[in-house]
């Protein structure tokens, strides 16, 4: 251990950032404000989720960073060390073994479990921000419930390219109240918000908003009665793992165009090759001591 | 049959200023009210009373609603708010006001749609190039922005998208403002055909005698925040009665 206090945020920073978490339990999809500190990373790199998770730590928690799906990018390698300096907890890569997990724009494809917390990273938690930019007016349409205006984002959608073409941060309606930006996760993931039996909490550092969708919540993607929401992927198999259903991210290999689709969440991808699937182009899988 | 919307006493005072004093008039369903006066006069503050936007310090406004006479001063924001997005409309000056300049003709049209409830494209796109038509605008440009078009055109927008949830009442604040004559008078005709088609009560604020008399039925003029004169619109302009009004009839350039 350190000098640091545990989990780096100190008691009294801790205990409003749970109140406020507590107040977005209690009103699933409200945008909780909160006195956002300053953190040692710059903001847009994960200062709110940091927090949530700070504030959400035990010393028996078993913690799992991920960024786009990926235990192993700059983002997550270096808040998994943060926490590993300043709380000691354990840290795991493997979605089932932890208790807690913090991401970026992705929601594991591995079914997550009740105790779970997961915490996301969001930039900006106002879904209503670029088509109204007054804080006061969009404020005042969530407590009225006039929403009319989040389709007219969709409208614009379907005019210009056909169909609705928002493919990550879609909008969902949370147990029939708020509308809620489910941060920049690709719209694939927006069918595992609902219904979910971990905890998500949403933490948006800058912006000094905390939001949370409780376990099994009634959470719905927007849509129109002739357009209704496609949860979209690439349409290709998993080129590693061979994984048909999980997300995948497109990686160029050359600069004649060649290209290779793997899934994004590594520990996903790395379960099922340890377990033997093997995909287009994968070499065989060799287990490191 | 009942007024649509009774004023009594209205008045709104900026701190020692009067915006507008002892305000009162009867509108009838059907009916075009005009309110002239020069700048200053208490028009804009007046009908920012009666839609609500500003709040007024005495007197009393009742709404003849759907489901019954209202007081709209009583009203929850919630159903004021609901009230003017259906039953009412709000044409502003200056169209920047009342459109999104970044979405396009045909959501600026559906948004009101949307927002009571309309949750099928296609339908809402039929009615948005439906009343685009109407407005005289070109079909072909429904994915256009507003702000690629011109003045007159983001005018009759405005009209369209104020109308397409067909309110009852119309509040508009010289919705001929800034245009040049021609686009004026074509905007008036469109305005005028729609007005009776649709069986409008609206209240007109304006500085432009013209306007009212093609438009309205009847005219009240005011004058440092009071009406000072009213009556049928012909009756005023050809026989005004007050000093003020007289002044203000003969200030019309002559061509």
Redesign the interface.
């Known amino acids: 251990m350190s000098d640091y206090n545990f989990a780096y945020l100190d008691e009294d920073t801790k205990r409003m950032i749970r109140r406020a978490l507590l107040k977005a339990v209690a009103i699933p999809g409200y945008q909780v404000p909160f006195a956002s500190r300053e953190m040692p990373m710059p903001y847009g790199w994960g200062t709110g989720g940091v927090q949530v998770t700070a504030a959400c730590l035990v010393p028996e928690d078993v913690l799992k960073v991920i960024d786009q799906g990926s235990d192993d990018t700059t983002n997550a390698v270096s808040i998994r060390k943060f926490f590993v300096k300043t709380s000691g907890v354990a840290v795991t890569e493997t979605t089932t073994e932890a208790t807690v997990i913090q991401t970026r724009h992705r929601i594991p494809e591995q079914a997550l479990h009740e105790g779970q917390i997961l915490v996301y990273q969001v930039p900006i938690p106002e879904p209503l921000r670029f088509?109204e930019p007054r804080e006061t007016e969009t404020r005042k349409m969530h407590e009225?419930q006039?929403y009319?205006?989040m389709?007219?984002k969709l409208?614009?959608d379907?005019?210009?390219h056909g169909t609705i073409a928002t493919s990550y941060a879609y909008p969902v309606k949370v147990e029939g109240r708020y509308i809620m930006d489910p941060s920049p996760i690709p719209k694939f993931d927006n069918p595992k918000l609902g219904g979910n039996a971990a905890l998500q909490l949403f933490g948006a550092g800058r912006e000094q908003r905390i939001y949370a969708v409780p376990p099994y919540s009634d959470v719905v993607s927007l849509d129109?009665?002739?357009?209704p929401f496609v949860a979209g992927k690439a349409p290709h198999d998993c080129d590693l793992c061979g994984a048909a259903d999980s997300y995948l991210d497109e990686v160029i290999t050359d600069d004649q165009g060649t290209r290779m689709y793997v899934c994004s969440d590594t520990d996903f991808c790395a379960t099922r090759r340890t377990a033997g699937h093997v995909g287009r182009l994968a070499a065989p899988y060799e287990v490191t001591p | 049959m009942t007024p649509l919307l009774q004023v009594a006493n209205l008045t709104k005072r900026y701190g020692a200023r009067i915006g507008c004093q002892d305000v009162s008039f009867d509108l009838w369903p059907g009916e075009v009210l005009g309110i002239v006066g020069e700048s200053g006069s208490g028009k804009s503050t007046l009908l920012s009373c009666l839609a609500g936007h500003l709040k007024p310090d005495l007197g009393a406004i009742t709404y003849d609603s759907r489901l019954g006479a209202r007081d709209v001063l009583a009203m929850s924001?919630?159903e004021r708010?609901l009230l003017g997005?259906t039953d009412w409309a709000y044409v502003h000056q200056n169209p920047r006001d009342g459109l999104?300049m970044?979405?396009?003709a045909?959501?600026n049209v559906?948004?009101?749609?949307?927002?009571?409830?309309a949750?099928?494209?296609?339908q809402?796109?039929t009615q948005a190039l439906d009343w685009l038509g109407r407005v005289e605008i070109a079909a072909d440009r429904?994915?256009d922005r507003p702000s690629a078009f011109s003045g007159g055109m983001q005018q009759r927008l405005q009209i369209a998208r104020n109308l397409v949830t067909g309110p009852r009442l119309v509040f508009m604040d010289e919705p001929t403002g800034g245009l040049d004559v021609s686009v004026q008078a074509r905007l008036l005709d469109l305005l005028r055909g729609l007005v009776r088609e649709m069986g409008l009560s609206v209240i007109i604020v304006t500085h432009d005698l013209a306007v009212v008399r093609l438009l309205a039925d009847r005219l009240m003029v005011m004058k440092n925040g009071r009406v000072i004169e009213s009556g049928l619109t012909d009756q005023v302009l050809d026989d005004p009665q007050a000093p003020y009004t007289q002044l203000l009839v003969s200030s019309v350039l002559q061509v």
């Open positions: 088509l009225l006039e009319g205006l389709h007219v409208y614009e379907i005019a210009r129109f009665d002739d357009h | 924001e919630a708010r997005r999104r970044g979405v396009s045909g959501g559906g948004e009101r749609l949307m927002a009571v409830g949750r099928h494209y296609g809402i796109r429904v994915d």
